[in-house]
């Protein structure tokens, strides 16, 4: 089940909210796991065994690594945890990868080759673990105490909004709003109107770029024109920053129905002039996660210069493969670490002069190519794509040249997109507090009724409008739905 589904929007949404409110204080957080576990065994049926072990292993280990906190069987039970977590998410995720690997390397030697029939993917496996791990470090690390209570924690590595996309929820953020929060008429509002907003970021703006996006990805390389192959992957970068940030909004909107406050996943990432700045707005939680349990741990930057970066080098090289198991997700991560390490020579210097907006411009192109090792799964395709960029792959005909994707309303999504993409909201937050300010005090009242009034109405517009295009069919893929 995902958000953007009927299901969810008119039925399941509905039938918790409102047996949330009936349940009580003391029974909000057993009805949420039991509906967290619910909606995780709507798609995944069996793998629900998978987080009720999840649940098990990791509250089994926090309350031993706290018993034993003084002593070496404490430093015993994490590594333990830490095992059975990585074990986990390596069976799921990686066996297959590695599988092949192996098998390829086999191949050469002429020796047999390993069978392994093919594993799926349990949704939101990667979210999860990395949140069951930061739990279990930071008891050792003494930064919370354990949870004794098995639902509370068995709700804090399920709770649904952010189960299949994240944010990664760090547990000493949500530890006393586990045992104690208050659902208050404002923070439900709130709740609901980033909720749909983050909807309509998904379905008004994030599907109709996928349309174009595997139309032409599933064109063969003799279909392919420049213009096609720009506007490809252009699409794409909008796809991806509307899907993922998108629900990481509709996640925080839904924390706040319920009571929890989640922190911030993106802070318009494509407004960055370096890959620096980039990662400190981009899946905010995931890149936070990695500093705080794998660069800082590996020694981060107090160990010299090329410590620093080999560690550069590891962390993105796993925040690749983190994003899929392939090589092509691994390439594309030291792909980034390549260039936040040009930015931390002279080099930079030039960048840095340049016009605020060039500097935008030239690291978008960056990422841009970026994404064209991110979308293709070997390095000849990713190279056979960059060919016909640049207008070198050959005479390809013109059957699918890139004005039939264009039309008026593709155009009208593009724009909108690339303006949401753009700090406009915050804009007019300041802006509306700047004319609040000025104004005489008995009309500031009805000011900030009609901004109010205007807010509702357009949480109304974009809630109808989904809901339509949702009701229609619509083409509805989720990228990081199996991450």
Not at 232 to 240: I, K, P, R, S, W
């Amino acid at each position: 089940m995902v958000f953007s589904s009927i299901t969810f929007l008119f039925f399941f949404l509905p039938g918790v909210l409102l047996l949330y409110w009936l349940a009580g204080k003391k029974g909000r957080n057993l009805l949420l796991l039991f509906a967290s576990l619910l909606f995780y065994a709507w798609g995944e049926g069996i793998y629900l065994l998978l987080m009720l072990a999840s649940i098990s292993i990791n509250y089994i280990c926090g309350r031993a690594i706290h018993a034993y906190q003084s002593r070496p069987s404490g430093r015993y039970f994490l590594v333990l945890g830490i095992i059975l977590n990585l074990g986990l998410l390596g069976y799921f995720k990686y066996a297959q990868f590695l599988t092949e690997n192996i098998n390829y390397l086999l191949g050469i030697l002429e020796i047999p080759l390993i069978d392994l029939n093919p594993i799926r993917l349990p949704i939101g496996i990667s979210f999860f673990t990395f949140q069951a791990l930061s739990y279990i470090i930071d008891v050792y690390r003494q930064k919370n105490e354990p949870q004794k209570n098995f639902i509370n924690l068995g709700l804090y590595i399920s709770l649904f909004p952010q189960l299949i996309a994240g944010p990664i929820v760090r547990y000493h953020d949500i530890a006393r709003q586990l045992a104690d929060r208050r659902v208050t008429t404002e923070n439900f509002t709130v709740g609901i109107q980033r909720f749909f907003f983050g909807l309509s970021k998904k379905v008004l703006l994030a599907n109709p770029m996928a349309v174009i996006v595997d139309q032409i990805f599933a064109l063969p390389g003799t279909e392919l024109t420049a213009p096609v192959a720009w506007l490809g992957v252009f699409c794409f970068t909008l796809q991806l920053y509307y899907d993922f940030s998108g629900y990481s909004d509709m996640a925080i909107g839904l924390g706040r129905m319920f009571g929890f406050h989640f922190l911030e996943n993106f802070n318009y990432p494509y407004i960055s002039r370096s890959f620096d700045e980039f990662w400190r707005r981009w899946h905010i939680s995931l890149g936070t996660w990695i500093r705080d349990y794998v660069y800082f741990p590996l020694g981060g930057s107090r160990l010299g210069e090329v410590r620093t970066q080999i560690n550069l080098f590891i962390i993105f090289f796993l925040c690749g493969l983190w994003h899929g198991a392939s090589w092509n997700y691994a390439i594309w991560g030291v792909y980034n670490a390549f260039f936040i390490l040009i930015e931390r020579t002279r080099i930079s210097d030039f960048r840095r002069k340049l016009w605020f907006p060039l500097q935008v411009l030239l690291f978008m192109l960056l990422f841009m190519f970026g994404m064209v090792i991110f979308l293709n799964p070997t390095l000849s395709a990713a190279k056979y794509y960059f060919l016909i960029m640049f207008g070198f792959g050959g005479e390809p005909t013109s059957t699918h040249p890139a004005s039939i994707y264009l039309n008026s309303k593709v155009l009208f999504e593009i724009s909108i997109g690339v303006l949401l993409a753009m700090p406009v909201y915050p804009a007019l937050g300041n802006l509306r507090q700047k004319i609040f300010d000025k104004m005489p005090e008995p009309k500031q009242y009805i000011f900030d009724l009609s901004v109010h009034v205007s807010q509702l109405s357009i949480t109304i517009g974009l809630a109808y409008f989904t809901c339509i295009s949702l009701a229609s069919g619509v083409y509805n893929p989720f990228i990081y739905f199996r991450f």
